[in-house]
């Protein structure tokens, strides 16, 4: 066998192996197909997710499964008011030796050092909690006591937030909001669903199945999805798209001048075209399409625009502010 057909038979059988988890999650969570699309496409893409939902829709149940099917080590964080920055990230701890009374002091690691860890209502924190995420966010590591300690890769956190309760909440600054690289919402399942989810959790125990993959092989994966090639002139797409949702740029369409304070970041191009590589690498393409920029650009540019005072009082949905920037750009 070739070097090339080695590295086909490879992909072939990560691809298939991603299409089987994604086929799992959605036997087992029934109605919520693009969130599961999009939440396997943000671990193959190495980014974070802000998932938004009401209570008992499941996003702990979900993202546990995520977690277990890539035989990925699972710790979750609930956020509250009184949470501190060292019941995230860890501290040091006093010790006595029993038998020659020295002391020492111990580091005891927090819960982010793990693979993934499920940020439960995050805006519940207190922004100096939040802020303590920032670092391991961006450049996995944490730095304490002067002292960096890396993050064991990969390192994936999905925080979730509350979009009906806001009394005793801390709105996630802009920069927090920056690192996410997909918002997601998750919806009531429709009566068809919803009927199938009752019978299936009020029944018997179901076993737990074994994961489809191990840690190094969704490190490969995540290493071939940014080999898959962009065109340049899909890449030139992207960066007109990002201009386009900034109000005092000239190709910015009408409805982003009127509406939007603030457009994209840069980080919001990279995440639209690294999740548009996993996309097309789980789709069996080895380069990306218009296509794919289209189909993962609302999750990806969704947080990252701000809106302005008018926007916010006439409740302009920030979707339709990132299609009217995409049609601008690919057209309708």
Avoid at 154 to 165: K, L, S
Avoid at 247 to 262: F, L
Avoid at 268 to 277: H, R, V
């Amino acid at each position: 066998m070739t070097e090339t057909e080695r590295l086909n038979a490879e992909i072939a059988g990560l691809r298939a192996s991603a299409r089987q988890l994604q086929e799992r999650l959605n036997s087992q969570f029934f109605g919520q197909e693009e969130t599961v699309e999009f939440l396997i496409l943000a671990l193959m893409a190495g980014g974070h997710v802000l998932l938004e939902g009401a209570p008992g829709l499941g996003k702990t149940t979900l993202v546990h499964a995520l977690a277990d099917a890539v035989d990925l080590k699972f710790q979750r964080l609930q956020c509250t008011p009184d949470l501190m920055p060292s019941d995230v990230l860890g501290t040091r701890v006093l010790r006595v030796d029993d038998e020659s009374g020295a002391r020492s002091f111990d580091f005891e690691k927090g819960p982010v050092f793990t693979n993934v860890l499920l940020t439960d209502e995050v805006n519940r924190a207190t922004p100096r909690t939040q802020s303590a995420l920032l670092e391991a966010m961006q450049e996995r590591q944490v730095t304490l006591h002067g002292k960096t300690l890396p993050l064991a890769p990969p390192f994936f956190m999905v925080a979730t937030q509350n979009p009906i309760e806001m009394e005793g909440t801390y709105p996630l600054p802009e920069a927090q909001l920056d690192r996410f690289l997909f918002k997601l919402e998750l919806q009531l399942p429709d009566h068809a669903n919803l009927s199938t989810i009752l019978s299936v959790t009020t029944g018997g125990s179901v076993e737990a199945a074994p994961p489809f993959f191990k840690v190094e092989e969704w490190l490969r994966l995540q290493a071939l999805v940014r080999e898959v090639a962009a065109p340049s002139d899909v890449v030139e797409a992207v960066a007109s798209i990002i201009l386009a949702t900034h109000p005092d740029h000239a190709t910015a369409p009408e409805v982003v001048r009127s509406h939007v304070r603030y457009g994209s970041s840069l980080r919001g191009g990279q995440s639209i075209l690294l999740a548009a590589k996993a996309r097309a690498l789980l789709a069996d393409r080895l380069n990306i399409s218009k296509d794919d920029v289209r189909a993962v650009a609302a999750p990806a540019l969704r947080h990252r625009l701000i809106l302005s005072y008018e926007g916010e009082a006439r409740g302009v949905r920030r979707d339709d502010l990132v299609e009217a920037a995409v049609e601008s750009v690919l057209g309708s």
